[in-house]
């Protein structure tokens, strides 16, 4: 090149440039990504009748892709007619027959004039309430809870147990003390629900090699429909929709519905009242009367899951005023603690913490965050 020749032009490249371009194109990436998050969100949502808020009536009409075991009156256009049952003074919600045999497919059957429903709370330890909790004629327990090395205080007899899938491990592994009475006889009912979501196909084969190892103790799975009525109910209860709040409903609200359908009369051992935590604020009770260390206390725990808001959690305390407004309309007692509905105040609408939260408006953000969050979490488990 001579002194007189011009040096080809090139482009300048500016390192600011190139750093927005990116930055431009990460943010249009996230954008695409989190609108498909909120689009899948969407679809997963059940659609009821086109409303967001649970229904006056005892029948709904669901779409068929919501339902795809189910089998029930059908009409034309996809849809289904489904009758789904809430609790009414002296009537309870009819859930026993959403439980069908995994053997047969039979429903559900069980009635019982006097039930002992014991909780899985620390509330049992020194209790010595063993003797009274197997004097009555059923027994219902939760999850894993085992009965021996504490028949003194929760009693040894067992005969309908409700199990979340997610204690489907623990139930396998330690099956023999859990599923075998005295003299060898087995558990009379195992009620089981979550166990028809795909993503829990896992427990379904836990479960199912126990109906093999144990072919005197009868498993009952609840089907989709009946989910739907107990999240259904619990909106119903609340004003609040349990998908749309990140809320897991508890094996105690599920054995609680179960228990109202199934006995005249039920005496719950172990289970506090909506303002214990409140008035207890120092309780160190055990969440579970068989954890071997000392956290999670009870209230921490509870007061944990009721607070949750981007991840979902359990509404214990919002639960447990939902049992003293049944408790007003059927025939229930709480022991240890002891504690009558009618000495708690009297409130037509729920103000605990979770259903105070959810009166809160949402920004355009948070709604979305939310929904990604739900979706995700939703389908890990």
């Not at 009821?48 to 189910?70: C, E, F």
């Not at 519905?257 to 604020?281: F, Q, S, T, W």
């Not at 000392?294 to 305390?317: A, K, L």
Request: glycine share 6%; charged share 25%; with cysteine.
């Amino acid at each position: 090149m001579t002194d007189n020749a011009k040096p080809k032009d090139f482009p300048q490249v500016s390192c600011e440039s190139n750093s927005a371009k990116q930055y431009a194109v990460f943010f249009l990436v996230l954008y695409t990504f989190l609108m498909g998050f909120v689009f899948l969100s969407y679809l997963y949502t059940l659609d009821i009748s086109g409303s967001n808020k649970a229904p006056a009536d005892d029948v709904i009409i669901l779409h068929k892709s919501s339902v795809v075991k189910y089998k029930d009156s059908s009409f034309d256009e996809g849809k289904l007619l489904v009758k789904i049952s809430f609790h009414q003074p002296g009537k309870p919600a009819a859930v026993l027959e959403h439980y069908k045999s995994m053997r047969t497919g039979e429903t559900l059957k069980k009635r019982c004039k006097k039930c002992a429903l014991v909780s899985s709370s620390g509330q049992m330890l020194g209790s010595k309430l063993g003797k009274e909790i197997d004097s009555m004629p059923c027994v219902i327990r939760m999850n894993a809870s085992p009965t021996e090395g504490y028949e003194e205080d929760v009693g040894a007899r067992t005969t309908v147990r409700v199990v979340c899938y997610m204690t489907s491990e623990p139930l396998v592994a330690d099956s023999e003390k859990l599923l075998i009475q005295e003299r060898n006889k087995s558990l009379e009912k195992v009620l089981l629900f979550g166990l028809n979501t795909p993503n829990h196909k896992w427990a379904l084969n836990k479960i199912e090699s126990l109906l093999v190892q144990y072919p005197e103790t009868q498993f009952y799975s609840l089907d989709e429909v009946g989910e739907m009525e107990s999240d259904l109910i619990f909106e119903k209860e609340t004003g609040k929709p349990k998908y749309n709040t990140n809320t897991w409903l508890s094996t105690g609200w599920f054995t609680m519905l179960a228990a109202l359908d199934m006995c005249e009369e039920l005496h719950v051992y172990g289970m506090v009242h909506e303002n214990y935590c409140d008035e207890n604020p120092d309780s160190t009770v055990k969440y579970h009367y068989f954890q071997t260390w000392d956290v999670p206390t009870e209230c921490g725990y509870y007061n944990s899951h009721e607070n949750t808001v981007y991840v979902g959690g359990h509404r214990f305390i919002t639960e447990k005023a939902i049992f003293a407004r049944w408790a007003r309309m059927f025939n229930i007692h709480f022991h240890n603690p002891g504690w009558k509905p009618s000495e708690l105040k009297n409130k037509e609408s729920l103000d605990t913490p979770f259903v105070i939260r959810q009166e809160v408006p949402k920004t355009v953000f948070m709604s979305v965050l939310e929904s990604v969050l739900r979706w995700s979490v939703g389908n890990f488990l």
